[in-house]
């Protein structure tokens, strides 16, 4: 039989060199960019639209078009239909005059559609939708506020659900550090997307990470309640062997609904048009993540903890650092 | 089998029956299912309300009756099924499924419509060209008498040289500095060469002297076309105080130009024929904008301004796009589920199916009573749920089989099975539900929040339903299927 938790440093390895490569990426995206990952005009405030061509429309001639209007900040992508996404930065209104009430500016959204219609012919935008900085400033504070106050709630429902054994608030400080690592990893892959090819994250970004929270946690209380069975049932023996026990036997049923969910998600990846594209990235690879964290993350910190690991890695940390400051 | 389980079972086969039937008739006035903005296309507003000009304690009362205005308007213009919601202390969100064209609905819900008579101030031009010279704003205000909170001012000329430019510039400055309520509105150079001053025109009723607006007109504004010209204009009457008011205008300004601004914009101002009181029409204007008015007109202005802060419109076409894509994601990805379910659980996978099938039923049943409207990422939730429906399932089974090769026989099984999972099920649906609870408040107050809200509702009902579903139906089930000769093949219960 495998012995998950003899191995957990393979597992806390391999979590780390991914973690690792999305903070190196994020560190890059930060300096690039000025931002970890590359967020949508829900969080920077803009305008976006996406517009359908009648004609076979070049990328680099739409760039030249909207340079031309003056927009040099334009976005640009493609998507699986062949649509474009331009974003640019929040567009004005029309200008009326006040004396005689004739437009003076039409809206810049008219000025780029009668541009874009003279020079690559008949088009539709099949959305449009502009932030205001107000608002992108508050979905921000927002979006935080919700990813903190979830785990938090998380962190307080796990220890109550798991009040009978002993040192609680120790599985739900591990289901929370596992769900952390979760978003990390995930936020890590989109940063090197955002890098790589541009990915946004917007509102559904956010959407999918609670989402995959509320998974990762999910998963990770089957493994904990099978723990907390073997415990009270008196399996007795050391900590490590009842939780890799626990991971066994609940290792079918951790990779089936892992599957399960899986091939909705990879249908609608596949199947689900653009749309939402991202949104079920995040989750696909949120249950991909959480699914792995149930297993070699959550209930393996829970033995690290027991057997003192964080006190020596704490411990060897503030042995590292003052050496370094004295060198 | 017992009589408790027969019970249930036909309790099962009742809801699924009915869910059925609710979703191939019309039960509840509705044919189908409420898709969402993004999936019928429309547009999605959100304005904020600029308290400034608003008493702390009125600004409740003024945003309701924003909130009753727009409505009105949007009821007379004729859009199915809008949605208008105050959202927070000072803002409304306005959905209009089917108007795709965001300037059109902008104008028709966010614009103030403050319908303003003005008359050109006697003297006015001299007065300003003179004061312009002295190039003292101060004075100018100062020194204007007769004049009202809300007189337009319009400055220019032809060769509006730098230095008049500048004057200009340094009275509408003058604007935010001078003590005096406010008249300057607008300041700016003009093709013609020309100075005009318009003030509020005002009759005197009872001694007071009433400015001449837009409040004092019946609901019955009306779009017309003028005889003459072909032009569309607006017909409008006046209540008793307005008649009274228009009347005692009319009849001081024979001759001369009686301007009507809307929302501090000139709209047209014609020459003053004769002394009118109880009706009046207003020309300069295409057939939309005349269409709009006239709603506005009947509605009332706004009691308080509303600005833009986040807009949307969805095509229909990418609508119906996203509702067929998601349709054929859902179908393939139901029949993996199904596949993998029955090959890897066999007959007990196939009465998981059978309780998923159960499960859909509810939940479409459901959004469809409610209602829930559905968006995009709604449907992905519920596609999303599927999957994760079958995780209780998956967790009995497991206990189950384990179970059975613990040499139990099938029944003890089952209900070892059951019990041994329910904890598991309980805690971990209840963490996502946790989860639905903080996304749902997260989409109430960000933008797009529609779709946010959308996911966490139809996830967190889809958590309830697949709880029921998994404790009660597959239970049932397999209950049932005990009793029947297949339970003596326990190789279909155990891969």
Known sequence: MFDFVANRRWFFRASGVVILIGLISMLYSFIAFGSPVRQGIEFTSGSMMTIRFEQQVEQTALREEMARLGHYETIIQRTGEGDYIVRTRELAKEERDPATGEVITPSERAQIEDALEARFGALTVLDFSSVTPTVSSETRDVATIAVAVASVAILLYVTWAFRKLVRSFRFGVCAVIALLHDVLVVLGIFSLLGVLFGMEINAMFVTGILTVIGYSVNDTIVVFDRVRENMTKGFGGPLDSVVNRSIIETLPRSLNTGLTTLFVLLALFLFGGSTIHSFVLVLLLGVIVGTYSSIGIASQLVVVWDRGGFGRFFRSIRRVVPRRATA | MSRRQIITLVVIIAIAAFSVAALVTNIGGREGLVLGLDLRGGTNLVYEADFSGIEEGRQADALRGAKDIIERRINAYGVSEPVIQIVGSNRILIQLPGVTDIEQAKDLVGKTAELVFREEASGGSTFLAAAAEAGDTDIIVAGVSGFHTGDAFVIGAADSTEAESAIAAEIVGANNTIALES??????????????????????????????????????AFVDINQQTGEPVVRFEWDETGAKLFSQVTGRLIGQPLAIFLDDVLISAPTVQAQIGASGIIEGLNVSEAEILAIQLNAGALPVPLNPIQEQTVDATLGADSVRRSVIAGIVGVVL?????????????????????????????IFKMVPVTLTLAGIAAFILSLGMAVDANVLIFERMKEELRAGRTLRPAIEAGFNRAWPAIRDSN?????????LYWFGSRMFGGAQVMGFAMTLGIGVLVSM???????RTFLRVTAFTPVARTLSLFRP
């Open chain 2, 183 to 220: 008249p300057l509105k607008h300041a700016h150079p003009l093709d013609e060469p020309v100075t005009n001053v318009w003030m509020v025109s005002t009759g005197t009723i009872e001694g007071d002297e009433i400015p001449l607006t837009g409040q004092y007109l019946k609901p019955n």
């Open chain 2, 337 to 365: 589920l199904l596949l993998f379910m029955t090959m890897y659980y066999r007959l007990s996978g196939g009465l998981a199916c059978l309780a998923l099938a159960v499960y859909a039923a509810v939940m479409l049943m």
């Open chain 2, 430 to 438: 209840i963490s996502t539900l946790i989860t639905c609870a903080i």
């Open chain 2, 468 to 474: 029921f579903s998994a404790i009660l139906v597959t």
